[in-house]
């Protein structure tokens, strides 16, 4: 397995696994999937990646900022989504090591990630990747007529000079 930068080429598949986690109900408030054009204006163009094996695309994880003011800039909000048959495989922890990397370079300091209580799993994986849970925002949203929690987690860069 390898983990490469996102192409738009990629798309296609990578919406695939999007959908994939918008079915589980506990991945996304999204209930749709987004066009291509619309993901890319939401998303920083230096930190998107996607793990691949064999010419198959197992996962895919990418920054959006935060926020549109500039002191926010080193803010990025993770998103990772693993294909239904991947899961439990290793995938989210390659691809959000890769992507805290990539991040640093990039000149973030602070990443975010908004989940859902229910998923354990994406809970897991960002606690092994050494984010910390820092605040649960309560009935913050709601899909498909039912309010949701989401619990907060955040993992800050020592490379830039935040300790």
């Known amino acids: 397995m390898m983990i490469r930068n996102m192409q738009a080429s990629d798309w296609e598949h990578v919406c695939q696994i999007y959908t994939e986690g918008i079915a589980t109900g506990f991945a996304t408030f999204e209930t749709n999937a987004p066009t291509y054009e619309s993901w890319d204006a939401a998303h920083v163009s230096s930190c998107r990646l996607v793990a691949e094996e064999d010419g198959v695309i197992l996962g895919w994880a990418a920054l959006s900022p935060v926020s549109s003011r500039c002191v926010y800039g080193g803010v990025g909000e993770v998103s990772v989504y693993i294909a239904a048959e991947s899961r439990g495989k290793g995938v989210g922890k390659l691809l959000l090591e890769k992507l805290i ?42 899909i498909h007529g039912v309010w949701k929690d989401n619990l907060l987690f955040e993992k800050r860069s020592h490379k830039v000079g935040i300790d």
């Open 101 to 142: 990397e990539e991040s640093e370079k990039a000149g973030f300091w602070t990443l975010q990630s908004g989940v859902f209580p229910e998923n354990k799993a994406s809970i897991k994986l960002h606690e092994n990747v050494g984010f910390r849970y820092i605040g649960k925002r309560e009935r913050v949203g709601k």
